[in-house]
C-alpha cells in the first residue's frame, strides 16, 4: 500500500519547489525599468522589442504616468515633429485608431506632422498604453516602492522594494524624481543653478521682465505701485527650488458624465486673501482649459503672472519625501486644488463670468473611477537631475545643438513654470517665476538640437549598469525644454534599446558601441538626424524674414516706447518673436503712450499692400491703430487683431498706401484706445503691380 503522506509531502514539496522557481524567475530579469512614467513604458517595451526580458515596476498603482493622469495635451505641436516619431508617433497613432474603429473622427491626423494639437481622454491612453506593454511580452508590478539598492562594486545587483527583490542586468531609472539616483551612489543636483555655474544668461533667480502683474498691498489692503524691473534679484544666485507641481484636470460640462467636484474639507477663505485683493486689482486668476474628445477638457496650471491651480513651492520636499511624506504632499496639493476650485466659483472678488464658466465644469464619470474621478498623478516637472559624464545646458539647446552621440532630437522650447513666490513690503505676494520670454536659435539648426547618449550615463566610476532618460544629466534651464512628454518617451525608448543592447552584450552602458546603439534606435524609428531650416520653419515655429519677398519690417527694427513684452509663445512668428502690451481681460483703454515705430524708404514709388504679422486670439486688442506716414501723406488705419489671419498665411492684408522713392516712411502702432494686447511681430510691403 502506497504510503499517502509521503505522495503528499513530495506533491507539496514539488508544488513548493515549482512556486520558488516561479517566484525567482518573476524577480529577475534582463533588463529591470523603475517608474513606469511614459518614459519607463517606452524603455519597457523598447527593450523588450529588443528581445530583452523586462519588469518594470511602479510604486504606485497607477501605469502610465502624466500620459494617462489627466496630461491630455502633450504639447508636441511646439516640437518639430518631424523629429518626434518612434514609440510617441506609434502611441498616438494606436490612440487614433481606438477612436476611429469606435466611429470618433478626431480633429487631426497623426501622419500629417502639421501643427494641430494631439489630444485624447486619459483612459483611452491607458488602454492603448497597458496593450503596447502586454504585446511587448513586459512584466508590469505596481505598488513596489523603492526602499534600497544592493551593489557589487559599481554594479547594481538587486533593487530592494517593499515587496521583492528585483535582479537584473541593467537598470533603468525612469521616474521623474530620479529615486534610484541616491539609492545607487549617482552623483545628483535638484533645483536652479546660479548664472555663472554653467554660463546661463536664463538661470538664477528671475523675475518677469517689466511690470509685473502681481501688486503688493499696504496693511490697509491699497494696492502699491507696480513694480518695474528689468532683471530684479541676485543674479548668480540659485536654489533648491523646483517647478511648481499641480494636478492635469479632465473635466467635463456635459451633464451625463459631469460629476462635481469634492467640496474642500476646512475651506478657509483666509488663504486667498492675496489673490482675492490681486483679482480686485484687475488681475487674472484660472487656469488653462484644452478641449478634449468627448466633450471633456484638460485643466493646465496657468504661468506668467498668474494665480492658478499649481501650489507654488509645495513640490519643493516632494522628492526627499519617502512614501508617507508623498502621499502627505500629494493630498496637500489635492486639497489646495479644490480650495482654488471653490474659490474660483465662490468668492464674490472672481468675475460673474469667469464663476458661470467654471462653476459648469465637473469631473469625468468614466475617468479615474478607482481615484475618485480625480487624476491620481501629481504632475512633477521637476525632480533630481543626474550629474553625469555630459551636462546639457542653455549653450547645447541654443548654440552648438549638434552631438557625436544624439540619441533624441529635442525641439520644445525652454519654458520653465513659477519656482517660487516671494513676499515684497507688507505682506503682498510678487510671482517670481523663471518664465523665459527669450527664446534663440541656432542659425544652423532652427530650434532643435541633440541630446546626447552621454546624458543619460552616470559617471562609470560610479556606476556602470544604470540609465537614466527622465531625470537625465541638465541644468534647469536644460530640463526646461526636455521636460515634456514627447522627448521623455523619446529619451526612454532610446535608454530601453541601450539598456537591452548592453544586457545581452554584458557590457557597461559607458562601454556601448554608440555606432551599434545608433543602428538600433534607426531600426526603432528613431530620427537622429538635425532638421534643415526649411523643415523646422515648415512647423511653424519661426520664419526668417529675410527669405521673404518685398519689404519685411521686424519688431526688432521697431523704435518702442512705453512698456513691451517680448514673447514666443504663439507661432510661428516672424524672426525672434514678437512684442505686446496691454492686458487680457483689461477695462481700462491704453493712452497712446506704448507704440512701436518703423521708420524705412522705399526703394521705389508706387502703390503697396501693406500687410501685418500678428498672432490672433480673443484676448487680443479689436481697434489697434496702424498710423502710416510717407512725405507729407498721412494715413490712419484700425486692424482688428482678434481677426485670424488667411488659411496658411503669415501676414494679414490691412490696406494699399502710396510710398515715395527714397522719401523717409514712418508706419506706427499704438495702444491708443485700446482694451486687450496689442501685438507687434512684422510689417510686409508688397508692390501692387
Known amino acids: 500500500m502506497i504510503d499517502r503522506q509521503r505522495i503528499l509531502a513530495a506533491v507539496v514539496f514539488l508544488c513548493c519547489g515549482m512556486t520558488a522557481v516561479q517566484a525567482s524567475d518573476a524577480s529577475k530579469a534582463d533588463v529591470v525599468v523603475y517608474g513606469s512614467t511614459p518614459g519607463g513604458v517606452c524603455a519597457a517595451i523598447a527593450a523588450a522589442r529588443e528581445g530583452a526580458s523586462v519588469i518594470l515596476l511602479e510604486p504606485t498603482n497607477h501605469i502610465g504616468g502624466l500620459n494617462t493622469g489627466g496630461l491630455s495635451f502633450s504639447d508636441s505641436n511646439q516640437t518639430v515633429r518631424s523629429t518626434v516619431m518612434g514609440l510617441f508617433d506609434e502611441w498616438h497613432s494606436r490612440i487614433e485608431r481606438d477612436y476611429t474603429e469606435r466611429g470618433v473622427v478626431l480633429p487631426y491626423k497623426v501622419g500629417i506632422k502639421d501643427q494641430s494639437k494631439w489630444t485624447y481622454e486619459p483612459h483611452v491612453a491607458a488602454r492603448v498604453t497597458r496593450q503596447m506593454l502586454d504585446e511587448a511580452g513586459v512584466t508590469v508590478?505596481?505598488?513596489?516602492?523603492?526602499?534600497?539598492?544592493?551593489?557589487?562594486?559599481?554594479?547594481?545587483?538587486?533593487?530592494?522594494?517593499?515587496?521583492?527583490?528585483?535582479?537584473?542586468?541593467?537598470?533603468?531609472?525612469?521616474?521623474?524624481?530620479?529615486?534610484?539616483?541616491?539609492?545607487?551612489?549617482?552623483?545628483?543636483?535638484?533645483?536652479?543653478?546660479?548664472?555663472?555655474?554653467?554660463?546661463?544668461?536664463?538661470?538664477?533667480?528671475?523675475?518677469?521682465?517689466?511690470?509685473?502683474?502681481?501688486?503688493?498691498?499696504?496693511?490697509e489692503g491699497k494696492p502699491l505701485p507696480l513694480i518695474t524691473t528689468t532683471n530684479a534679484g541676485p543674479e548668480d544666485?540659485?536654489?533648491?527650488?523646483?517647478?511648481?507641481?499641480s494636478f492635469r484636470l479632465c473635466l467635463t460640462a456635459d451633464?451625463?458624465?459631469?460629476?462635481?467636484?469634492?467640496?474642500?474639507?476646512?475651506?478657509?477663505?483666509?488663504?486667498?486673501?492675496?489673490?482675492?485683493?490681486?483679482?480686485?486689482?484687475?488681475g487674472k486668476v484660472g487656469f488653462d482649459l484644452y478641449p478634449l474628445p468627448g466633450g471633456k477638457v484638460d485643466g493646465n496650471n496657468s504661468i506668467g503672472g498668474q494665480f492658478s491651480i499649481g501650489l507654488v513651492g509645495g513640490g519643493n520636499d516632494w522628492c526627499a519625501a519617502g512614501e508617507t511624506g508623498r502621499k502627505a504632499?500629494?493630498?496637500?496639493?489635492?486639497?489646495?486644488?479644490?480650495?482654488?476650485?471653490?474659490?474660483?466659483?465662490?468668492?464674490?472678488?472672481?468675475?460673474?463670468?469667469?464663476?458661470?464658466?467654471?462653476?459648469?465644469?465637473?469631473?469625468?464619470?468614466?475617468?479615474?473611477?478607482?481615484?475618485?474621478?480625480?487624476?491620481?498623478?501629481?504632475?512633477?516637472?521637476?525632480?533630481?537631475?543626474?550629474?553625469?559624464?555630459?551636462?546639457?545646458?542653455?549653450?547645447?539647446?541654443?548654440?552648438?545643438?549638434?552631438?557625436?552621440?544624439?540619441?533624441?532630437?529635442?525641439?520644445?522650447?525652454?519654458?520653465?513654470?513659477?519656482c517660487?513666490?516671494?513676499?515684497?513690503?507688507?505682506?503682498?505676494?510678487?510671482?517670481?517665476?523663471?518664465?523665459?520670454?527669450?527664446?534663440?536659435?541656432?542659425?544652423?539648426?532652427?530650434?532643435?538640437?541633440?541630446?546626447?547618449?552621454?546624458?543619460i550615463l552616470p559617471k562609470p566610476e560610479e556606476c556602470e549598469n544604470l540609465l537614466v532618460p527622465v531625470a537625465l544629466s541638465c541644468t534647469h534651464v536644460g530640463i526646461s525644454s526636455i521636460r515634456v512628454e514627447p522627448t521623455w518617451m523619446i529619451l526612454g525608448q532610446s535608454a530601453g534599446i541601450a539598456a537591452a543592447l548592453a544586457a545581452k552584450q554584458e557590457l557597461a552602458v559607458q562601454k556601448l558601441p554608440y555606432p551599434k546603439l545608433r543602428e538600433r534606435l534607426l531600426a526603432q524609428k528613431q530620427v537622429l538626424e538635425l532638421p534643415t531650416i526649411s523643415e523646422t520653419e515648415s512647423t511653424a515655429h519661426s520664419i526668417d524674414s529675410g527669405k521673404l519677398p518685398g519689404i519685411v519690417l521686424d519688431d526688432r527694427n521697431a523704435k518702442l516706447a512705453g512698456q513691451w513684452t517680448h514673447s514666443t509663445n504663439f507661432k510661428p512668428h516672424i524672426d525672434r518673436g514678437y512684442v505686446y502690451c496691454g492686458e487680457k481681460d483689461a477695462t481700462t483703454k491704453g493712452d497712446g503712450s506704448t507704440s512701436a515705430t518703423f521708420r524705412f524708404k522705399s526703394p521705389k514709388t508706387g502703390r503697396y499692400q501693406l500687410l501685418l504679422a500678428y498672432s490672433a486670439h480673443e484676448s487680443r486688442a479689436n481697434n489697434v491703430p496702424v498710423t502710416v506716414t510717407s512725405g507729407s501723406a498721412t494715413k490712419t488705419l484700425t486692424v482688428d487683431q482678434t481677426k485670424p489671419l488667411p488659411a496658411g498665411k503669415l501676414f494679414r492684408p490691412i490696406d494699399t498706401i502710396d510710398l515715395q522713392a527714397e522719401v523717409e516712411t514712418t508706419i506706427s502702432i499704438s495702444n491708443a484706445n485700446t482694451v486687450g494686447f496689442v501685438i507687434v511681430d512684422a510689417i510686409q510691403l508688397l508692390p501692387t503691380e
Not at 237 to 245: A, I, R, S
Not at 255 to 282: H, L, S, T
Open 237 to 245: 544666485e540659485g536654489d533648491q527650488n523646483v517647478m511648481v507641481y
Open 420 to 455: 517660487q513666490r516671494v513676499a515684497i513690503k507688507d505682506g503682498g505676494v510678487i510671482n517670481e517665476g523663471t518664465i523665459f520670454p527669450v527664446r534663440r536659435k541656432s542659425p544652423a539648426q532652427g530650434y532643435a538640437y541633440h541630446v546626447p547618449y552621454r546624458s
Open 255 to 282: 451633464p451625463k458624465i459631469r460629476v462635481p467636484f469634492p467640496k474642500p474639507v476646512n475651506y478657509d477663505p483666509a488663504r486667498f486673501e492675496v489673490i482675492r485683493r490681486f483679482v480686485q486689482n484687475g
Open 329 to 418: 504632499i500629494w493630498e496637500a496639493h489635492k486639497q489646495y486644488t479644490l480650495e482654488f476650485y471653490h474659490f474660483l466659483t465662490t468668492d464674490p472678488a472672481v468675475p460673474e463670468a469667469d464663476r458661470r464658466r467654471f462653476s459648469a465644469l465637473g469631473l469625468c464619470r468614466d475617468e479615474f473611477a478607482d481615484y475618485g474621478h480625480f487624476s491620481p498623478s501629481l504632475y512633477v516637472r521637476e525632480g533630481r537631475r543626474m550629474k553625469g559624464m555630459y551636462v546639457l545646458s542653455q549653450k547645447d539647446i541654443l548654440e552648438e545643438p549638434e552631438k557625436e552621440d544624439p540619441i533624441v532630437v529635442s525641439s520644445f522650447p525652454i519654458d520653465s513654470h513659477d
Open 141 to 219: 508590478l505596481t505598488n513596489r516602492y523603492l526602499q534600497s539598492v544592493i551593489k557589487e562594486g559599481n554594479r547594481i545587483t538587486s533593487v530592494v522594494t517593499n515587496d521583492g527583490t528585483f535582479t537584473a542586468k541593467v537598470f533603468v531609472d525612469a521616474t521623474y524624481e530620479g529615486d534610484l539616483l541616491p539609492a545607487a551612489g549617482v552623483s545628483w543636483t535638484i533645483g536652479r543653478e546660479g548664472r555663472a555655474a554653467f554660463g546661463e544668461s536664463l538661470a538664477g533667480k528671475r523675475y518677469p521682465k517689466g511690470k509685473m502683474n502681481i501688486d503688493g498691498f499696504d496693511s
